[in-house]
């Protein structure tokens, strides 16, 4: 596989239906200092290739509701100083193959993918020539790849899309599928400490360990450079688990339906400047941070 | 520390307000043949020294609705085929010290603490005649104590009695203070799959990784003999984290409310009859089970 010369920010969402839905949210985006993700939506400009005069589009595809979601990262953006911000709503795979769109993302520096389901967008998205040129910029441009929430849990190779937290442990609750494929051996959850999703990374996790299963808590990301190297952002929790060192499991001895056992998974929990090489496996552990860092 | 006599188990809890007050229970309790813990009761009965004909007190004291949750118990325990079973309710210290309440307990063969809040258990029982006494027989006779949610989180030396899951991993924010102190070196969370909050449990751990943190999922519970080899009852999962490998952490580098970071937490995930033992923290895995074993 090719080192990919682009970046990929993976963030674990913060409400239901996206991002900036908040409850108490003041239409003067000002008066939202401690708004969802302002930290990491800045971090998002600085690793943009023109930095506030990158071409932002913001895909929609994952949300029901894409207008709303959308004209929210939108406004945001551009409170932070990103003018040149559209929305990209595809909800037809024949869109996809669209000239139009295809320009649209071949003009960009930067997508952001919001949240809403993530089987929206593998189903309109995966295999179209919109996928493929998405991979193409990736591995060949300085192009910046984020995603919230689904944007998220859609980027790696095997995608969960469904899986109740509660019966998280029970052979074949977890549903998994393929992925838009921009990263591999690695498997991504979202909402995780807040939604108590351990359970359903476990389980995917010890059906392969080779893929280090990732836990974005809310307001918390992690910036992926080549693929390898994952820097942690927002003021939540990054929480790995590394199957490697499994010693025993009954996974393929009880039916569907039954707890599963599982000896000896390792598991890290990080936080903001943290870094995770996912080559080596090694963790350089930031020293005393606190949460008013600007990240 | 000598080798208790007694048997303890140890129970996730199902519903907030203790056990059987699901909303579907229908009063005539034949009819709920999947009802909580109808399998775990019955390993209580069978674990206690003379079966069915044993003494059984159901100790309310941690709910705030001690008649609705201790009625329940004893329909339970009646219906199972135990009939000699009473509430047992002390809501003040003074009760606890009190002759009337330790005769009984002096003359129970088994002890069932129900859920509720476990800070009244330490609050009212702590350092009373009652707790000594507990101790006593829990050390010298054939005695079991049995407790679920908040009657298990009681039982160890330290115990945890607040701290939110979504926010577990921030320095301070979970709660703990001395237990009943019937186990050591184990710290106790309950509820646990269900209701997200491995985070409380990976703060316990990791500020002193002597301690093993268990977390008993719904339905689900440890018979722990000798103190040390702990069996896994109920239909769901026990979670182990075992912090001695514990490779860096910042705990005592943040400050309060700051994440935490975790290197090289050990974790285990149990289901029904696999086998822990505490003292040389080894497993024995269960092989081939079903959800329809008898257990």
Redesign the interface.
């Known amino acids: 596989m090719n080192i990919p010369k682009g970046t990929l920010i993976i963030i674990g969402g913060a409400v239901d239906k996206g991002s900036f839905t908040e409850q108490n949210f003041d239409p003067d985006v000002e008066k939202n200092l401690n708004f969802f993700e302002k930290g990491i939506l800045n971090r998002i400009i600085r690793e943009s290739c023109k930095k506030q005069d990158s071409r932002i589009e913001v895909i929609t595809t994952a949300s029901k509701i894409p207008k709303k979601v959308g004209s929210e990262y939108v406004r945001a953006f551009n409170y932070l100083g990103a003018k040149n911000v559209d929305m990209l709503n595809i909800d037809k795979r024949e869109q996809a193959n669209d000239d139009e769109y295809l320009e649209r993302l071949a003009n960009a520096d930067t997508v952001m993918f919001t949240g809403g389901d993530q089987l929206r967008l593998t189903t309109f998205l995966g295999g179209t020539k919109f996928h493929d040129l998405l991979l193409q910029k990736y591995y060949h441009e300085n192009f910046v790849i984020a995603g919230t929430s689904a944007g998220a849990a859609a980027a790696s190779d095997s995608m969960i899309y469904q899986g109740s937290?509660?019966e998280?442990?029970l052979k074949g609750e977890v549903k998994i599928t393929s992925g838009l494929g921009l990263i591999q051996d690695v498997i991504i959850d979202t909402h995780f400490?807040?939604?108590?999703?351990?359970?359903r990374l476990?389980q995917a996790v010890v059906s392969n360990p080779k893929v280090l299963g990732i836990g974005l808590g809310?307001d918390t990301g992690l910036v992926i450079k080549e693929n390898k190297s994952m820097e942690v952002v927002g003021?939540?929790?990054v929480i790995l688990v590394d199957g490697r060192f499994i010693?025993?499991?009954?996974i393929t001895?009880?039916?569907l339906?039954?707890?599963?056992?599982?000896?000896?998974?390792?598991?890290?929990?990080?936080?903001?400047h943290?870094v995770y090489h996912l080559d080596t496996h090694t963790?350089i552990?930031?020293?005393?941070?606190?949460?008013d860092d600007e990240y």
């Open positions: 937290s509660s998280a442990l400490v807040q939604r108590g999703r351990i359970g476990f809310e003021s939540g929790l010693k025993h499991t009954n001895q009880v039916p339906g039954s707890p599963i056992s599982i000896e000896n998974l390792v598991v890290h929990v990080l936080s903001i943290d963790i552990m930031h020293e005393h941070v606190s949460v």
